[in-house]
């Protein structure tokens, strides 16, 4: 059954301004991975948060994990142009490699 | 360190051929997994192979197959194409299994069947 599954958004900001999106899940996890994808291609990895950690930073990324409400959520601070993609979130489970995958986010950054 | 590379990027198939997808995992990863993404169902889960052996299936027919060599390079084969078979297939690398461990994707085959 789907795991991960993102607020069905479009967002459309302008550069340098965040964006946030979320994304829900139904079952205990491993742990949550958030990817990017442009335009149809490869999934390029973003971020991975433990289900005992609560918050991570990468660069202009900030992903949090509420594990009582089965939430997470991805923010990108002073978007870019180049930050235009579909962003999917990803669980896993105990003992697993098997992704479940949200139906992701398009973020779409204007210049 | 290289990525993960699929070959090849593009195939056009016509229906009930039979197609094969390679993906070649980050050099010292041990598990590959197979995703297929297509606009109406997103991304599902193919299988995983873990030491040249499945761990994982998803619930796609027995039309879709896979196997793993030794040198951990994988590849899927699907059978008596369908329409429906057009999609982006990617694959994923991981290191271990399970374990929290990150899946790195390659950049995908583009399937399309006429």
């Known amino acids: 059954s789907q795991q991960g599954e993102e607020d069905p958004q479009a967002l459309s900001i302008q550069e340098g301004e965040n964006a946030t999106m979320n994304c829900s899940y139904k079952?205990?996890?491993?742990?949550l991975q958030w990817y990017r994808q442009n335009s149809g291609r490869g999934l390029v990895h973003l971020i991975l948060?433990?289900?005992?950690?609560r918050e991570k930073h990468s660069g202009r990324l900030r992903v949090t994990l509420d594990t009582s409400k089965k939430s997470s959520s991805l923010l990108i601070t002073a978007s870019r142009a180049a930050d235009t993609a579909s962003y999917f979130c990803?669980?896993?489970?105990?003992?697993?490699?098997?992704?479940?995958f949200g139906k992701g986010n398009q973020v779409v950054v204007i210049p | 360190k290289a990525g993960v590379t699929q070959t090849p990027r593009y195939l056009i198939k016509t229906r009930g051929q039979q197609v094969t997808l390679s993906c070649s995992p980050i050099?010292?990863?041990?598990?590959v997994s197979w995703y297929q993404q297509t606009p109406g169902q997103g991304l599902q889960f193919l299988f995983e192979?873990?030491?040249?052996?499945?761990?994982n299936k998803g619930n796609f027919p027995g039309r879709f197959s896979g196997r793993q060599f030794s040198n951990s390079r994988s590849e899927m084969n699907v059978s008596t194409l369908e329409l429906g078979d057009s999609a982006l297939y990617l694959c994923?690398?991981?290191?271990?299994?399970?374990?929290?461990?990150?899946?790195?994707f390659g950049q995908g085959t583009r399937l399309t069947v006429v």
């Open positions: 994923a690398s991981s290191l271990y299994r399970g374990a929290d461990t990150e899946a790195f």
């Open positions: 079952t205990s996890i491993n742990n």
């Open positions: 990803a669980t896993a489970l105990y003992g697993n490699n098997r992704l479940a």
């Open positions: 050099s010292g990863h041990r598990s």
């Open positions: 192979y873990f030491s040249e052996t499945q761990r």
């Open positions: 948060i433990r289900s005992n950690e």
